[in-house]
């Protein structure tokens, strides 16, 4: 890949930024200093009814704190929904999306006892009950998914570069990405996209050159890979980090206000007290 290298922190504005969000963002930031690059922020707010505008603000100031800058005008999901529509236009032009209908409580009576609790990076694997629905059956409701088989026969097998905590280079076949992954969902009834569809259409529109993210979403690269492939979008190097764990070995979330960055910093901690606490001092 040549150019200038170019990371992003993309958090959603629904809690306060914790510890984990700090060593995701400097981790980037860094990365991107280090090559003579560029560091975006991206605030991924489709989920409208969990997003509020303080939180928003919030990230800002945290970031701001710990030293950290980037271009504006700031990406903003909740303004990108026609980019989202088209990319969800163009396949199902081709033939690879179709509507559903089934709830949660749908999907778990259809999966048969042995893969009752199966599960990949986008939930349960689908049982593809409307996978033979065609697009002009679509209702008011209805999720849209990717018809996974069809879709890989189209792209063969799918490849992406990882230089994180597992690095090295990873091939996903046909087979991998239908039984562990199934028939992803790409528009929610509720926002009408997706985070899938989403992030790579986003990733693509600002030059995000390598992604780097915590590794708990290391199981979602196979979909992202394949929808950038079906996109006709640039795949870009992968960096999957360590997670933040507390002291009971969970990973952070943010309704642990304990450790949000506001919490540490209005109990006096200093933005080098904060890269000692994740490993980066």
């Known amino acids: 890949m040549t150019g200038k290298l170019v990371t992003r922190f993309a958090p959603s504005p629904t809690g306060l930024l914790h510890l984990g969000h700090a060593f995701s963002a400097l981790t980037a930031w860094e990365m991107a200093r280090a090559a003579g690059g560029e560091f975006l922020l991206r605030i991924e707010d489709i989920d409208r009814p969990r997003c509020r505008p303080e939180f928003e603000r919030a990230i800002h100031d945290d970031l701001h704190w710990l030293g950290l800058d980037w271009a504006r005008p700031v ?65 008011p409701g209805d999720a849209l998914r990717l018809n996974m088989r069809r879709a890989m026969e189209r792209i063969g097998e799918i490849r992406f570069a990882e230089t994180g905590t597992t690095p090295g280079e990873y091939i996903r076949n046909a087979d991998h990405m239908v039984d562990n992954i199934g028939d992803i969902v790409l528009a929610r009834r509720d926002i009408g996209t997706s985070y899938h569809l989403a992030v790579v259409v986003d990733d693509a529109a600002q030059g995000i050159t390598h992604v780097v993210r915590g590794a708990d979403l290391a199981p979602a690269t196979p979909i992202h890979v394949l929808l950038q492939k079906l996109l006709g979008l640039p795949t870009p190097i992968y960096h999957h980090h360590r997670l933040i764990r507390d002291e009971t070995g969970r990973r952070l979330a943010k309704r642990d206000d304990a450790r949000s960055l506001a919490s540490l910093r209005a109990e006096g901690m200093r933005p080098a007290d904060i890269r000692a606490l994740v490993g980066l001092s």
Do not use: H, N
């Open 75 to 139: 990406m903003r999901q909740s303004a990108r929904l026609p980019a989202y529509e088209a990319a969800l236009a163009r396949l199902a032009e081709s033939g690879l999306v179709y509507p559903c209908s089934c709830s949660r409580a749908d999907i778990r009576a259809a999966l048969a006892a042995p893969q009752e609790g199966a599960a990949g990076p986008d939930g349960p694997v689908y049982p593809g009950t409307c996978r033979a629905r065609p697009m002009a059956s679509r209702q």
